[in-house]
């Protein structure tokens, strides 16, 4: 008897198992992991009223800082995958290709002001769209610039930057502000020079030899222009180079927004913290961005370093239903009021037709200078392989040199022949 | 003691029902233990992404684990770790024990500061230590990162200040398990401290020892997030050739890195997990087995005299 009842339980348990992973929904759901946490509440509320309005579930998961790779893997293995992910860059695009949906007939190409933030596959398929755009250069704080006898148009090429942040870090005791603030090499900081710094080297590279796609090697042939600025970096500012390895981002941060130094290498999602009355509270007219100058010739043209690590990709293993519903909330999330508000307050420039305006110095410093001529410095460290290991093995090359253990042939060990062993392990070339 | 059941009846009735008692335990170890390691193991066979999507490979993982000089370096590393922790953490730790089951005044304290160190994270402990290693070393113009030397041993100090105490807590039972007539009558027939300490005290204590040692081997096999937060594996060398070694990195931060690369390598850092599983199953065994012969060594020497009064 007892026996029978262990069966009967036995089935009954594995009927209610089976009918459990089974369910699938009858309508198209959204879930989106989303990449941001500073934009969570933001996109929780909107999710909430696409919800009211149209009746279709949309969850939003928002991945903890540097976990969305390992929340993204554990959702895409589960019964409810999510409909809708971001990918951040060319090797993570790489990673996921396989479940990137094409949206080249979709509506969103139709919102689409300009296609210059997509990214495209196999058979020119697109596969993620760009949700916003931002730049970066050095912040530079004009009115400690000026305090020190300088002014921001004196600066428009290396020489001149070079002149003017060595006049002020050899003042500095007397001015009480140094030139630059701190390079730390923490890993809270490093990606601003691992990344976005190596990019001018790669920019002008790839703008010579006509590379547009993920190179299998570089030369390294403008590395000389990378160490120009990494040693003007590290000689004018008020942290020793044996200490950069300790000094976070937030360092730097502080530095600049209490007035201990003139310039800042970071980007424009920098503003909203450097000018709230609850940080740091600057006055947006002593803000300004300006190129990154590192020699380059005919430099004086150069704008700002524009482009996006942040693209929207469309789950191709979710049902039909489910697709269909994630792009037409994308589709309401960029041309409704309420969706075209949120992504002006939470992302600032974004590349869709109805985008609203926004107040955001840096963005705007960028689009003066491309109105003027300038060119665009692209953001090349999207092509890198392997991001995280090569940047690693740059930042690790960048403390010995800085602390004066190793020379700069390291630093070019790291990044030229780092970068092709990187390319064959992502493309399986070795394994 | 086992107990016997002689009645049928009542033996048949416990029988029955005892997979209700023992099917919780048993469905929780199934869950968190047998299938994510058969998955673990099937997966090291394969390519994949995510699980669901796995292919199958062959050895090709293991190929490429054993292929990668970071596995080596790693395996070396926590090799050199695993010898200088046992000795660095254990012998200390004993010391302390032994002073600190003498009748001193402040005992309790003392024995609550020492162990006070294992109650606090190891990625707090890292982050902690980095920045007191980096304070001195800054001063003298270097930095921990600087060289593998200074990392790995940053990594074993910081490894002894947590668990010496800990280990202190294991000895300190031992020490009080020693027989008191046993340490008396040595007393009596006027035994030097150094004979008390290795003749009477250390052979009595050999299983104490073993547990001890068999903690801190383990320990050390699977330190990782004192070994992220402190140094992270750097100092990274790059090899003429582009590869990457992490001068200071051990074996489960390498399955860990290894695994974080790409897509491509994420079955290499599970065919890398079936072979750290492996080796800390034979180290363990070995071990166990080991403590099993001496540890009843002295109990079949009691035996032995104990027969031989009697003749």
Known sequence: MLKKSYIQLFWAMLVLSVSGCTAESTEGYVYYINFKPEADAMWQELAEKYTEQTGTQVKVVTAASGTYTDTLTVAMNKTMVPTLFVVNGVQSLANWEDYCYDLRDSKLTDDLESEDFCMYGKNGALEAIGYCYECYGLIVNKSLLKKSGHDISEINNFASLRSVAEDIHSRSGELGFDAFTSSGLDSSSSWRFSGHLAALPLFYEFGEAGICSQPAEITGKYLGLYRNVWDLYINNSAVLPTALNTATGNMAEEEFGSGKAVFYQNGSWEYNSLTNAETFAMNPDDLAMIPIYCGAEGEENAGLCSGTENYWAVNSKADQKSIDATIAFLDWVVTSEEGRKMMSDSFGATPFKDSLPFVNIFISDADRLREEGKYTVTWDFIYTPNTDTWRAGVVSALQSYSAGTEDWGKVENAFVNGWSYQYKTEHCILN | ?311
């Open chain 2, 1 to 311: 003691m086992n107990t016997v059941i002689k009645n049928k009846g009542v033996r048949r009735a416990v029988m029955l029902r005892s997979p209700i008692f023992i099917l919780p335990a048993f469905i929780c170890f199934v869950i968190s233990f047998v299938i994510p390691f058969l998955l673990g193991l099937y997966l090291s066979f394969c390519k994949f992404n995510i699980p669901r999507d796995a292919h199958w490979v062959g050895f090709a993982n293991y190929s490429a684990a054993f292929s990668d000089p970071g596995f080596w370096s790693a395996f070396g590393n926590s090799l050199m770790f695993m010898i200088a922790s046992v000795v660095c953490i254990n012998v200390p730790a004993f010391f302390i024990a032994y002073f600190l089951s003498e009748k001193i005044n402040g005992v309790g304290l003392f024995r609550t500061a020492f162990f006070i160190p294992n109650l606090i994270g190891g990625v707090v402990l890292g982050y902690i230590w980095s920045m007191l290693f980096d304070g001195i070393l800054n001063y003298f113009g270097t930095y921990l990162t600087a060289s593998p030397v200074y990392g790995l041993w940053g990594i074993v100090i910081l490894v002894a200040w947590q668990q010496i105490g800990y280990m202190m807590i294991i000895y300190i039972a031992g020490f009080k398990s020693v027989p008191t007539d046993m340490l008396e009558a040595a007393e009596v027939d006027g035994v030097t401290k150094a004979q008390k300490l290795f003749r009477i005290i250390l052979p009595n204590m050999i299983s104490t020892i073993s547990v001890c040692i068999f903690l801190t081997l383990t320990n050390s096999l699977k330190m990782f997030d004192q070994n992220l937060a402190l140094t992270g594996g750097a100092p990274i060398e790059t090899l003429e050739n582009g590869m990457q070694v992490k001068t200071t990195e051990l074996l489960a931060l390498n399955i860990y890195t290894t695994y974080n690369i790409n897509a491509n390598w994420h079955g290499a850092a599970q065919a890398k997990a079936v072979i750290f599983f492996l080796l800390t199953a034979i180290l363990a065994g070995t071990q166990l087995y080991l403590t099993g012969r001496f540890g009843q060594k002295p109990k079949k020497r009691v035996r032995a005299k104990e027969g031989a009064a009697k003749q």
